[in-house]
Nanobody, 116 residues
Framework: QVQLVESGGGLVQAGGSLRLSCVVSGTIFSINAMGWYRQAPGKQRELVASITRGGDTNYADSVKGRFTISRDNAKKTVYLQMSSLKPEDTAVYYC??????????WGKGTQVTVSS
């Protein structure tokens, strides 16, 4: 039974930083690519960053240069380092497979709120 547990969100001022964590259990973490998504009220879930098993990364244009995704396979954890945060980054952030056709059951996510 796989579980995804996100943490690290909070309230920050514009220009600030946060580091999100996603702990994965019940699966062989090292063979899977992983991604971070976000969803704001009234908007669909958006993939903002992904990382392959080999460490190759990809980012949505809206976060390029500001967010960095990384992984620690020994800890079965995926991270999202967010810098230069903007009010437009306010959303609930989730981790999952970076796929529209094959994803795990969604976790509860972690709320990120950026004030102006």
């Amino acid at each position: 039974q796989v579980q995804l547990v996100e943490s690290g969100g909070g309230l920050v001022q514009a220009g600030g930083s946060l580091r999100l964590s996603c702990v994965v259990s019940g699966t062989i973490f090292s063979i899977n690519a992983m991604g971070w998504y976000r969803q704001a009220p009234g908007k669909q879930r958006e993939l903002v960053a992904s990382i392959t098993r080999g460490g190759d990364t990809n980012y949505a244009d809206s976060v390029k240069g500001r967010f960095t995704i990384s992984r620690d396979n020994a800890k079965k954890t995926v991270y999202l380092q967010m810098s230069s945060l903007k009010p437009e980054d306010t959303a609930v952030y989730y981790c999952n497979f970076p796929s529209s056709t094959w994803v795990l059951d969604w976790g509860k996510g972690t709320q990120v709120t950026v004030s102006s």
